[in-house]
Nanobody, 115 residues
Framework: VRLVESGGALVQPGGSMRLSCAAS????????MMWWRQAPGSERELVAR????????TYHDAVKGRASAVVDPVDNASYLQMRDLKPEDTAVYFC?????????WGQGTQVTVSS
């Protein structure tokens, strides 16, 4: 099982981003996919959770209405799109899956929101 995030960048406030999480060794539609983030000096927080093969997703209150997390069975990947980015969205973003109670994490991708 391997997860590889990409798409992190320096973005201006009010901008948007699309992060990718390429999965291998399992199918993204068969297990829950989560997006987390961790800002400097802060605990990791759950940004989005995708379940039921992508049919159901939930979001942290801080990103609700600005974020969309999906899984793509063709790419076997998960994507996190966010708009109206704020400086407080600055963090390293991670994707995660859980298979048979085992957690798997990617290495993370840095998103910095700053003018």
């Amino acid at each position: 099982v391997r997860l590889v995030e990409s798409g992190g960048a320096l973005v201006q406030p009010g901008g948007s981003m699309r992060l990718s999480c390429a999965a291998s060794g399992f199918y993204v539609t068969e297990h829950p996919m989560m997006w987390w983030r961790q800002a400097p000096g802060s605990e990791r927080e759950l940004v989005a959770r995708i379940t039921l093969g992508g049919a159901y997703s939930t979001y942290h209150d801080a990103v609700k209405g600005r974020a969309s997390a999906v899984v793509d069975p063709v790419d076997n990947a998960s994507y996190l799109q966010m708009r109206d980015l704020k400086p407080e969205d600055t963090a390293v973003y991670f994707c995660q899956t859980i298979i048979l109670s085992q957690e798997y994490w990617g290495q993370g991708t840095q998103v910095t929101v700053s003018s």
